[in-house]
Structure formats: structure tokens, C-alpha cells
């Protein structure tokens, strides 16, 4: 599914012409951060 670049009343009666092509750049770093703190238990799944 793609999403609009302006707004809508309903994304599932977008015309054609709601969505315009858009670039997004991410600055700086960007990282996931599984388990730590959040009192989560080490899944061996994601070590694989």
C-alpha cells in the first residue's frame, strides 16, 4: 500500500493524483535495539 503525499478524508479513495512522488533522507544513525532494559528475554531466535 502506498501512502498519499497530501492530505485525504480516506487514503482508500485517493485518486491517483493525491500521491506525489517524495524522497525521505534519514540524518544521523539509525539502530534497533532488541531486549537491554526494557526487561525483555533474550530471544535465540534473533542471535542466529
Known sequence: MRNP???V???FKANE?????ATITVYGNS????GGS????NLDI???
Open 5 to 7: 503525499q497530501k492530505y
Open 9 to 11: 478524508d480516506n487514503i
Open 17 to 21: 493524483e493525491d500521491f506525489i512522488k
Open 31 to 34: 539502530y534497533v535495539n532488541i
Open 38 to 41: 526494557n526487561g525483555m528475554q
Open 46 to 48: 534473533l542471535k542466529k
